[in-house]
């Protein structure tokens, strides 16, 4: 083997290596979830050492260079100015959406439409038009940007350029409203989610059904495909979750244990774990080998509407309907902070790329950032008339969106430098 270059990834923490073997170039990542600024680059460099052969000692000072560079990245808390306000639709606003860099963002309407938009000037870029009923779900095919997919209410998922705003398929078979969509991370397929109680996968190149996934009773609600690609999740209003092999379509495990809806399902970074968030007011830890639930977090006195992992897997954080939310260690299942101060329910939450902040959405109209560790909260982002719905970072953690039922979304940008 011989090594050829690295690569780094930010989040999660890691060293990708590109080499070559028997003639063909490959490449392997050196995952680096624990690392913090505190991390002494040299034991963590022996460490690397002992355990991958190709970092031989003449790639030593590469290697700490990259550790520094990622160290740079674990920023402190930050503070957040509004940018601007965006006045998206004239019926209401259904879903949001970043690209990887946070340069563009889609919203979906009840008016049919998905609309692109410059997250710095704020202009329309793209009306996306073709839909004749309600646009539930909007996505971009991260991390390239080129495509987004849309999934509507007149039982289809369109797929369009994200350049030029053409469509590229029109993907028909569902035989009820599309609830949801995803792209797998290589953007080769897109999973949909529907009403008539199946998922399906589509080639993204052709435009053609490559699955039907069966196995729920009542409607689909969540999907996630899993950091490789090899598996997906779904959750249904049949209180169950299905987890399916990509590549044989096959039902791999029917995870059965909630006793309502699923709200979201969510694997965690390296594939070993699933959390599912229900409204029978908990969220539940599944291993994804073997289907076995390994902890029951019970923290909340109403329906949990939303759950996630941070990027490294380590941690998950649950909102709720009861105007809090919680943040648990994945691995010994404690609870580390509870993060109070909402005046209404918490419908979205999620971790800042850096996992040392988090940021939830309120019927009270505000969207807060939290301090992980403490659990206290670090600012309130106001300006929303009406219940916000939908916030997001994208992937530097500098800029944040949200989305509200009065029809416009905020865009937020980081007062400090990372």
């Not at 990542?29 to 190709?54: A, F, G, K, R, W």
């Not at 609309?115 to 009923?133: A, F, I, K, P």
């Not at 209003?237 to 379509?249: H, K, R």
């Not at 219940?387 to 039922?405: K, M, P, Q, R």
């Amino acid at each position: 083997m011989k090594l050829l270059r690295f690569f780094i990834r930010y989040f999660p923490p890691g060293i990708i290596l590109e080499y070559k073997q028997g003639g063909y170039i490959k490449t392997k990542s050196i995952d680096l979830l624990d690392l913090t600024s505190d991390t002494d680059p040299d034991e963590l460099v022996v460490e690397i050492q002992q355990s991958e052969p190709l970092i031989t000692q003449s790639r030593v000072e590469q290697v700490k260079e990259l550790i520094h560079r990622l160290q740079q990245k674990q920023a402190h808390n930050r503070s957040f100015f509004l940018q601007q306000e965006v006045h998206v639709h004239l019926l209401p606003l259904t879903n949001v959406a970043f690209n990887k860099s946070g340069s563009r963002f889609i919203t979906g309407s009840y008016d049919r439409r998905c609309r692109v938009w410059d997250t710095t000037s704020g202009q329309q870029l793209l009306s996306l038009e073709g839909h004749t009923n309600i646009v539930a779900a909007v996505a971009f095919n991260i991390p390239y940007g080129d495509k987004i997919a849309t999934g509507s209410f007149d039982r289809t998922c369109k797929l369009w350029c994200a350049q030029t705003g053409s469509c590229l398929h029109t993907l028909r078979g569902h035989l009820a409203e599309i609830r949801c969509l995803a792209f797998n991370p290589q953007s080769t397929l897109v999973a949909t989610g529907s009403t008539d109680a199946s998922a399906k996968l589509w080639d993204v190149k052709r435009g053609k059904e490559v699955a039907t996934l069966k196995g729920h009773s009542a409607e689909i609600l969540s999907l996630c495909f899993n950091s490789v690609g090899s598996q997906l999740v779904t959750g249904s209003s049949d209180q169950t979750l299905a987890v399916w092999d990509v590549a044989t379509e096959r039902l791999v495990h029917m995870l059965a244990g909630h006793a309502g809806e699923i709200s979201n399902a969510q694997f965690n970074w390296d594939c070993s774990l699933i959390v599912s968030g229900s409204l029978d007011n908990t969220c539940k830890l599944w291993e994804a080998v073997s289907g076995r639930c390994v902890a029951t977090l019970a923290a909340h006195t109403e329906e949990v509407l939303d759950v996630c992992f941070d990027s490294t897997g380590q941690l998950v954080a649950i909102a709720s309907a009861d105007g809090t939310a919680s943040v648990f260690n994945a691995a010994t299942y404690e609870c580390m902070a509870r993060l109070e101060g909402h005046e209404g329910e918490i419908s979205k939450i999620c971790f800042s790329p850096q996992g040392n902040t988090i940021l939830t959405a309120s019927s009270d109209k505000t969207a807060r950032l939290w301090d992980v560790q403490t659990g206290g909260c670090l600012q309130i982002l106001t300006g929303h008339t009406l219940e916000i719905f939908s916030c997001a970072f994208n992937y530097e953690g500098d800029t944040i969106i949200t989305g509200s039922a009065d029809n416009t979304c905020q865009i937020w940008r980081c007062k400090d430098e990372p």
